[in-house]
């Protein structure tokens, strides 16, 4: 069975452009969840999805937003890029919906954005 | 979600077993204490997760303390593949809570599995 997969795997923006990153879960899998990685703070979750609808949210500017679609396949998008975006980007996906005891969270290799 | 300290790094020979501590003293009765590790470049690996049994599985093993304070996570036969980063998190299992899929990481422990 194919894992998540990402695309792209390295993308290069400049300041003030907006950026779309792609996400496809396990075959499956309905859940989505999205985490930036910067090696000041960390990985941090940025949002979820489940059935189409956002479930959870993290603490990041309007500028950060996402969506599912009906085939469990997620996008999330940056507008107004800044300098501090530069990140790697991951998605994750799982077969029980959020608040599973299981829970069990598929990590893709992630999506390695610069901003310059 | 209750917060969680590791030891920033720790060594173990190729082999051995590799017994890695998480200490989360203020964790409530419906959180879980999950386990994940990050190989370099890659994105985090899911290993275990447990309430408050000890819990095995083809990759590790866990040890939670009768009190639930704190728990071990164990690699029996350590191996040069296992070097990574591993994350102890805990968080909310079930429908209670607002937590629902998110997973909090902290610094976690760089394991680094010498020949």
């Known amino acids: 069975k194919a894992g998540v997969t990402q695309t792209p795997r390295y993308l290069i923006k400049t300041r003030g452009q907006q950026v779309t990153l792609s996400c496809s879960p396990i075959s499956g899998h309905r859940s989505v969840s999205w985490y930036q990685q910067t090696p000041g703070q960390g990985l941090q979750f940025l949002f979820e999805?489940?059935?189409?609808?956002?479930?959870n949210k993290g603490n990041f500017p309007g500028r950060f937003s996402g969506r599912q679609f009906s085939n469990s396949r997620s996008e999330m998008n940056v507008s107004t890029l800044e300098l501090g975006d530069s990140a790697l980007y991951l998605c994750a996906s799982s077969l029980d919906p959020p608040g599973s005891v299981s829970y069990e969270q598929y990590f893709g290799p992630g999506t390695r954005l610069t901003v310059t | 979600d209750a917060k969680t300290t590791q030891p920033p790094s720790m060594d173990c020979a190729e082999g051995r077993a590799a017994n890695l501590p998480c200490n989360h003293s203020t964790i409530s009765g419906n959180e879980y204490v999950y386990w994940y590790r990050q190989i370099h470049s890659q994105g985090p690996q899911y290993i275990i997760h447990?309430?408050?049994n000890n819990e095995t599985n083809e990759m590790a093993s866990l040890i939670i303390t009768e009190d639930r304070k704190s728990s071990t996570l164990i690699l029996p036969h350590a191996t040069l593949r296992d070097t990574a980063v591993y994350y102890c998190?805990?968080?909310?299992?079930?429908?209670?809570?607002?937590?629902?899929?998110?997973?909090?990481f902290g610094q976690g422990t760089i394991l680094t599995v010498h020949p």
């Open positions: 447990g309430l408050k």
């Open positions: 998190i805990v968080r909310v299992g079930g429908a209670g809570g607002t937590s629902y899929g998110k997973l909090t």
């Open positions: 999805y489940f059935s189409e609808t956002q479930r």
